[in-house]
């Protein structure tokens, strides 16, 4: 008999604060891949960002990214990172989500994809899911060799945490940066 796969997205990231770039992003993987539900999960140590500084607790930013995604169809956020001790790994994730009637799809911003060597476990990942890499900027972007997947065809959104952080520390109003519901949390 066959086995009818689930097509799950996985958004990870830090949200430090989730911002409009990040809920286009959403959406369009949602219209884009015929997922069957995006799980979006919040970095509870991200090792990469270990020298960008202080980053706002994890509680904080799980709520942040609740309320950023929560009218969104078919994304559900998750803690399973936040409640893991010790750094955040991709890879542990994909484990846990993976069954054999799972289909996991890695969404992941361009600026991603020449970081995706250093990740633990970057060849047996590689083998696991199939990447929906979504334009930043200007730059030309392929998929690694090694790797499957999309680039996705949507227009590049310029926003990122650290803009939005950065304007916020400036005093600038929040609207356009950050979905309205995050706004209370900043």
């Known amino acids: 008999m066959k086995v009818t796969l689930r097509r799950v997205g996985l958004f990870g990231g830090t949200f430090d604060p989730p911002h409009l770039g990040h809920v286009a992003a959403l959406r369009d993987a949602w ?4 997922f069957d539900e995006i799980v ?4 509870g140590d991200p090792y990469l960002k270990s020298n960008e500084g202080a980053i706002t607790p ?7 990214a609740e ?6 169809a078919g994304v559900r956020v998750s803690d399973m990172e936040i409640r893991r001790s010790g750094p955040t790994y991709t890879i ?7 069954t054999e009637e ?3 799809t890695l969404i992941i911003g361009a600026d991603v994809v020449p970081q995706l060597s250093r990740w633990r476990e970057a060849e047996t990942l590689s083998s696991l899911v199939t990447l929906y890499v979504l334009p930043r900027g200007d730059d030309m972007v392929t998929i690694p060799i090694g790797w499957r997947g999309t680039i996705a065809s949507m227009e590049p959104v310029d926003l990122s945490s650290t803009l939005t ?3 916020l520390e400036n005093g600038e109003n929040p609207h356009g940066l950050v979905p309205d519901a995050v706004i209370p949390l900043l």
């Open 92 to 98: 542990d994730t994909a484990r846990e989500l993976l």
């Open 67 to 72: 309320a950023a995604f929560a009218e969104l």
């Open 40 to 43: 979006v999960t919040v970095a």
């Open 31 to 34: 219209a884009s891949e015929n």
């Open 58 to 64: 994890a509680q904080r930013r799980l709520g942040m």
């Open 165 to 167: 952080r950065e304007r």
């Open 102 to 104: 799972v289909a996991l």
